[in-house]
């Protein structure tokens, strides 16, 4: 390859995002920009031939945009991904006070005419496709999420659709907001305006590029926060989209005496470890952003906590063992997220484990490692909500009719003795105060500070020592250092999960951890170098 070429081949990686060999990148026939994730979905509908085609409609269906407009950032849920791939990290939505404010907005753009005309327009869609994105999937989007197994025979067996038609379908709904609202306000202005010129103000907004929409910077602020609200409002819908459609299927399978699934005897195509396929980077960001996305959905949340089913119509439906505890019911979500991404959960979670504890080389992968991280915060955050709630619902019955609900618990003990001159009085020890608690809750930080600032101590010293050192002696230290990581990772990943595990981390020697120790820092200092 000429420097030229080569030079054009960068070029042309970065402004599609191409992170990996191989991926592929779909491109309509005048070159225009589809999707440059196509090879996770190939991946998600393999052997699958009513999918394939599905999915080559889809693409077929999709409004490109040119390839130099692939990556200004715009919308990710509607007209294009964002770059890097679906990140989906959830907030909250918004309140009156927001709502307020935003029609407050409206009418000010609206007042004030001309391009600001244009701002009024876009707010109103933000608006519309947030309300429709919060109620998705209906009755009538629901039919389209699922398919037969085998559509050749007419099997009742039905299985999920491909992730990209749950995208699909979302940016139809959008795409349908935005056609009602220009529509809508053309007629209540008496303006010609065409949704093709909407959608290229919307393009240049996802640039921060306010030309011919407002110059108004209260006005630009909203709707920067009206289309990072629908945007959320998207990723939360389609994680709900996906989650349906998922349910739906496992509905089918047989149950074990625990209430899960044997994922392994499903008749659904899952990846599994002899089909020898790596989980890659786009399907880990997409496992994370769909679980932590999903245990925000207020549905999830009561299903987290009581056992029922996430999209039942009354309080009877239960979609596990009513046993489960939440800690097993937020397993099950992942398990669940972990076959949409199209991989049995088992061989899944252990991709997942491996892609943890790989050795990356100093080459840190800084939102890979960031998604990974919030999600397993959040299923740790839920998990512990659901438990708390869950025993606070246990002491009332008020959802069985009663009036009573139990709002504290005192403690008390008391013990009779009687005086040297005959009385008899009551004694025992107090509960402690809730001033006492929380001044043990302050003494119990001050210590974890003070242990932070000796562990902050004992690491600069270490990296101060090996690098006052003789090189030789410090290759020497480092070496060993290295052997004791490798071994130990070795022993640890040999034992089974639990108890025996757990025995050995806990009688780690001293000048071993202070071995592993020298290694981490060694490596962490390298790598940030």
Not at 78 to 106: C, E, H, I, P
Not at 127 to 145: F, I, S, V, Y
Not at 285 to 302: D, Q, S, Y
């Amino acid at each position: 390859m000429s420097r030229e070429s080569a030079q054009y081949a960068s070029a042309l990686s970065s402004k599609l995002s191409v992170n990996s060999i191989p991926q592929l990148v779909v491109l309509d026939r005048y070159g225009n920009y589809v999707t440059n994730d196509a090879k996770a979905q190939v991946a998600n509908v393999a052997q699958d031939i009513g999918g394939s085609r599905q999915l080559i409609q889809s693409w077929k269906n999709f409004e490109a945009v040119p390839i130099e407009n692939a990556n200004l950032g715009m919308m990710s849920s509607l007209f294009s991904k964002m770059k890097k791939g679906y990140n989906y990290v959830t907030g909250t939505a918004a309140d009156d006070k927001d709502r307020n404010d935003a029609d407050g907005a409206l009418s000010a753009a609206a007042n004030r005419g001309g391009s600001d005309l244009n701002a009024f327009i876009i707010l109103s869609f933000f608006q519309e496709a947030t309300d429709r994105l919060k109620k998705h999937p209906n009755d009538d989007h629901r039919k389209n999420l699922v398919k037969p197994l085998n559509e050749s025979a007419n099997s009742d067996y039905i299985v999920p659709v491909p992730l990209e038609l749950h995208r699909q379908c979302l940016l139809k709904e959008q795409l349908s907001a935005l056609d009602d609202t220009v529509s809508k306000v053309s007629e209540e202005k008496s303006i010609s305006v065409t949704a093709k010129e909407i959608q290229e103000y919307l393009r240049s907004l996802g640039a921060k590029d306010f030309t011919n929409i407002t110059s108004n910077e209260e006005t630009q602020k909203k709707l920067l926060d009206s289309m990072s609200e629908m945007n959320e409002a998207a990723r939360v819908a389609f994680a709900r989209s996906v989650l349906w459609s998922e349910i739906s299927w496992i509905k089918q399978e047989a149950k074990l005496v625990n209430g899960f699934v044997d994922y392994t005897q499903v008749k659904r195509k899952l990846y599994q470890s002899e089909d020898g396929i790596e989980i890659d980077r786009s399907a880990i960001l997409e496992f994370c952003g769909l679980c932590t996305a999903a245990v925000k959905l207020p549905e999830v949340e009561a299903h987290l906590q009581s056992g029922r089913d996430v999209f039942a119509v009354d309080n009877s439906e239960m979609l596990v063992d009513e046993r489960s505890t939440p800690p097993q019911r937020v397993l099950q979500l992942q398990q669940m997220m972990l076959c949409a991404i199209g991989f049995e959960p088992k061989f899944g979670g252990e991709e997942l484990h491996r892609v943890m504890i790989q050795d990356t080389h100093g080459e840190r992968d800084v939102e890979l490692e960031g998604s990974l991280t919030s999600f397993l915060m959040n299923m740790q955050a839920a998990a512990k909500k659901a438990m708390v709630e869950g025993i606070n619902e246990g002491l009332s019955d008020m959802k069985d009719g009663g009036v009573t609900k139990v709002v504290s618990v005192q403690y008390s003990e008391k013990t009779m003795i009687r005086t040297s001159n005959g009385e008899e009085v009551s004694v025992g020890d107090a509960p402690p105060s809730h001033a006492r608690m929380e001044q043990q809750s302050d003494e119990h930080q001050r210590e974890q500070l003070l242990m932070a600032a000796k562990a902050a101590s004992l690491q600069h010293s270490i990296v101060d020592e090996l690098s006052s050192m003789e090189e030789s002696q410090r290759n020497s230290e480092l070496s060993k250092a290295k052997e004791a990581h490798e071994s130990f990772v070795q022993k640890a990943m040999a034992l089974p999960p639990g108890l025996e595990r757990v025995a050995f981390l806990q009688n780690v020697s001293s000048e071993e951890q202070r071995l592993l120790l020298i290694h981490k820092l060694w490596e962490s200092k390298m790598g940030s170098a």
